[in-house]
């Protein structure tokens, strides 16, 4: 009697199969990317209100505080925040800047560099590590603008000489949403009288 061997039929994938696995992997894919995408706007958003709240906190204190105020940034932790000129502890010693206590600082997100920000005062690049961008008492404060660059995108705040309230501007808009409308002189226009 002759035993025949029966080897085992090797099985692949089907075409249908592979589709279905393709398919799955895709939108796994795409849901971690979203997901990643939208943690990181919601941390610069974060931010973002935070550095506003910092400048609000820059012009009450340029205005109102009796020793100057500055905004600074530490690049080896990525924290930016308001400090304070305090007085010498002895005649003849330096007076030093130190964290402003009652302003809390503000933590820059993890996935960004110190050449992801950028701070102008009146037009000009400040190197805020390096230099406190100060604002002494009784003195006119500069136009401040602070830059975010991230993923293509630039936020930027923009604190007015005269303003306690940054106004935000994201070159990120897309052209679907809203855009400005252009003022209107009704009196020029012959339409002063109209009902609004």
Not at 28 to 55: K, N
Not at 70 to 89: F, K, Q, T, Y
Not at 153 to 173: F, K, M
């Given at each position: 009697?002759?035993?025949?061997?029966?080897?085992?039929?090797?099985?692949?994938?089907?075409?249908?199969?592979?589709?279905?696995?393709?398919?799955?992997?895709?939108?796994?894919?795409?849901?971690?990317?979203?997901?990643?995408?939208?943690?990181?706007?919601?941390?610069?958003?974060?931010?973002?209100?935070?550095?506003?709240?910092?400048?609000?906190?820059?012009?009450?204190?340029?205005?109102?505080?009796?020793?100057p105020v500055?905004?600074?940034?530490?690049?080896?932790?990525?924290?930016?925040?308001?400090?304070?000129?305090?007085?010498?502890?002895?005649?003849?010693?330096?007076?030093?800047?130190?964290?402003?206590?009652?302003?809390?600082?503000?933590?820059?997100?993890?996935?960004?560099?110190?050449?992801?920000?950028?701070?102008?005062?009146?037009?000009?690049?400040?190197?805020?590590?390096?230099?406190?961008?100060?604002?002494?008492?009784?003195e006119n404060?500069?136009?401040?603008?602070?830059?975010?660059?991230?993923?293509?995108?630039?936020?930027?705040?923009?604190?007015?000489?005269?303003?306690?309230?940054?106004?935000?501007?994201?070159?990120?808009?897309?052209?679907?949403?809203?855009?400005?409308?252009?003022?209107?002189?009704?009196?020029?226009?012959?339409?002063?009288?109209?009902?609004?």
């Amino acid at each position: 009697m002759s035993t025949a061997r029966v080897h085992p039929v090797a099985r692949g994938f089907t075409l249908v199969e592979v589709i279905v696995a393709v398919t799955i992997m895709a939108l796994l894919v795409s849901m971690v990317a979203m997901r990643i995408s939208g943690t990181r706007d919601q941390q610069v958003s974060v931010t973002v209100d935070q550095l506003r709240d910092m400048l609000m906190m820059y012009a009450i204190r340029s205005e109102h505080a009796p020793e100057p105020v500055a905004i600074s940034m530490d690049s080896n932790n990525m924290i930016i925040g308001l400090v304070r000129r305090e007085p010498a502890a002895y005649e003849g010693g330096e007076s030093q800047w130190n964290r402003d206590p009652v302003v809390p600082w503000v933590n820059l997100p993890e996935f960004m560099v110190p050449e992801d920000i950028e701070v102008l005062a009146d037009g000009n690049w400040i190197d805020i590590v390096e230099w406190p961008l100060v604002a002494m008492p009784g003195e006119n404060r500069p136009a401040i603008e602070i830059n975010l660059n991230f993923d293509g995108r630039v936020i930027s705040l923009q604190l007015s000489p005269h303003s306690l309230y940054a106004t935000r501007h994201d070159s990120g808009i897309t052209n679907s949403e809203v855009t400005p409308r252009d003022p209107v002189d009704l009196d020029q226009t012959g339409r002063w009288q109209e009902d609004w």
